[in-house]
């Protein structure tokens, strides 16, 4: 199991940006952020395949979130830009060491963060 601490989510304006964070205690082939809103099923948001950077966006967020890696820090990221008020969710880190990292199904990844939520407002 790889231990995932996730950050920097709050309150924001529509139209603003944050940046998560997700230590973990080591980077697997896959990383992913996931979303997750009340009344609503767990989404894919982004992945990246740790060792090329290759990424994978939903079709919601491409264009205004960017997933990246810092190797040195074990430590992902989610750029969060031109936020509106249905990004509001619960915001989950995952990682997997599986192949297919391009799929964004949440059952396909083992271990989970504890989430930090993000709410924008209009």
């Known amino acids: 199991q790889v231990q995932l601490v996730e950050s920097g989510g709050g309150s924001v304006q529509a139209g603003g940006s944050l940046r998560l964070s997700c230590a973990a205690s080591?980077?697997?082939?896959?990383m992913g952020w996931f979303r997750q809103a009340p009344g609503k099923e767990r989404e894919g948001v982004a992945t990246?395949?740790?060792?090329?950077?290759?990424?994978t966006y939903a079709d919601s967020v491409k264009g205004r979130f960017t997933i990246s890696q810092d190797n040195a820090k074990n430590t992902v990221y989610l750029q969060m830009n031109s936020l509106n008020p249905e990004d509001s969710a619960m915001y989950y880190c995952?990682?997997?060491?599986?192949?297919?990292?391009?799929?964004?199904?949440?059952?396909?990844?083992?271990?989970w963060g504890q989430g930090t939520q993000v709410t924008v407002s209009s």
């Open positions: 995952a990682a997997r060491s599986t192949l297919a990292c391009g799929s964004l199904a949440a059952g396909l990844f083992a271990s």
């Open positions: 080591r980077l697997t082939y896959c």
């Open positions: 990246i395949v740790t060792a090329i950077g290759r990424t």
